[in-house]
């Protein structure tokens, strides 16, 4: 139990953290009021983008989906803060099974390897879920999110998944042409 409450303290303080950083600005009042009437506005990188994916929600807050990257980290931080609990939590059912001794009652015996598959059964879903959350982040930085953000200003880079048909010509001599179809992702 004390673990589970180490777990719920350190993720509400990881998303306390998360929602200072991307609030609080390095530049002070008068430098953001020039910053601002200049209207500057930094246009993030391709590479930046999908570097701060790997960390589902933090692509996103860096595009200028902030709506979308606290649910993403807050799921994902939530997610695998539950699969860590239920890891600890198979294997203390797991030990439990385990240190029984020979002459144990077989009543015993079927309840805590009940217990045990059924803590077995958590950890699978829990680890499902987390890997869910951390595949459904990367479909919508690829697919749904760009690295242009939708700030005022910036123009929309529209992704494109489409099929493109080749020829290679060899220069050399006695060399057949070759033919294929390839996938484009264009970006």
């Known amino acids: 139990m004390q673990?589970?409450?180490?777990?719920?303290?350190?993720?509400?303080?990881?998303?306390?953290?998360?929602?200072?950083?991307?609030?609080?600005?390095?530049?002070?009042a008068a430098e953001v009021s020039t910053v601002r009437?200049?209207?500057?506005?930094?246009?993030?990188?391709s590479m930046g983008y999908?570097?701060?994916?790997?960390?589902?929600?933090?692509?996103?807050y860096y595009a200028g989906y902030k709506q979308k990257g606290i649910i993403f980290l807050g799921s994902f931080g939530l997610s695998g803060g539950l699969f860590t609990w239920s890891l600890f939590y198979m294997?203390?059912?797991?030990?439990?099974?385990?240190?029984?001794?020979?002459?144990?009652?077989?009543?015993?015996?079927?309840?805590?390897?009940?217990e045990y598959r059924q803590a077995g059964i958590i950890a699978?879903?829990?680890?499902?879920?987390?890997?869910?959350?951390?595949?459904?982040?990367?479909?919508?930085?690829?697919f749904f999110s760009d690295y242009t953000g939708k700030t005022k200003g910036r123009t929309k880079v529209k992704h494109a998944v489409h099929f493109e048909g080749y020829q290679e010509?060899?220069?050399?001599p006695y060399h057949d042409a070759r033919y294929g179809i390839k996938l484009v992702y264009t970006f």
């Open 124 to 142: 699978l879903v829990f680890g499902l879920v987390f890997g869910a959350v951390y595949t459904a982040s990367w479909v919508d930085l690829i």
């Open 3 to 28: 673990f589970m409450k180490a777990q719920i303290s350190f993720f509400i303080l990881f998303v306390i953290t998360a929602l200072l950083v991307g609030v609080s600005s390095p530049l002070g």
């Open 169 to 172: 010509v060899s220069r050399l």
């Open 50 to 60: 999908y570097l701060r994916g790997i960390i589902p929600g933090w692509g996103q």
């Open 37 to 45: 009437q200049a209207e500057q506005v930094e246009t993030p990188s």
């Open 91 to 114: 294997t203390g059912k797991k030990q439990a099974y385990n240190d029984l001794g020979y002459l144990t009652d077989q009543a015993v015996f079927d309840k805590k390897w009940k």
